[in-house]
């Protein structure tokens, strides 16, 4: 083949793909935005999903955010990376002011399989709050309080099962 005609078809192939890629990136460029909830919600670190009667709920589907309620420094931080260890994806941490909490409280419903889960990670030392928010924090999850009196997290707990239908915060994934 002679060279002029190798380079005329290959610039026409190359001019080809630059058109196809200029075409593409307008049709991406001109789209609507897609409604996916961390493109509609930006500030949630997490979305509602359902669970039905009978699903597993593991720590990687549970958002916990904890905080401090007590005067030891530090707790609810620690506490927030043994979860983490544990497969719990991270809320937020700080401290709760004007909340009496010996030990630990789990807020949130108590038939909440998440909440169940968060909950049997501490054990006996667990109390289920219902109905009880964070007055100063707007946070997401299965909430957490930690006091003076609480040492460290129970046995590792792997999962539980959803003893009724309910909606639980998981991760973005």
Known sequence: MDRRVTSAVTLAVLSGLCLLGLLFGIKALTSDLPDDPIVTNPDSTCVDREVTAGTKVFPEDVLVSVYNAGTRGGVASKTMST??????????TDNEKGVDVKRVQVWGNPANPAVQLVA?????AA?????RVSQDHSAEGVVVVVGDDFDKLGKKVRHVTADQD????SPFK
């Open 83 to 92: 979860l983490q260890i544990r497969g719990f994806a991270a809320g937020k």
């Open 120 to 124: 049997a990670q501490f054990g006996d």
């Open 166 to 169: 309910a909606t639980i915060c």
């Open 127 to 131: 109390e289920i709050t219902a109905g």
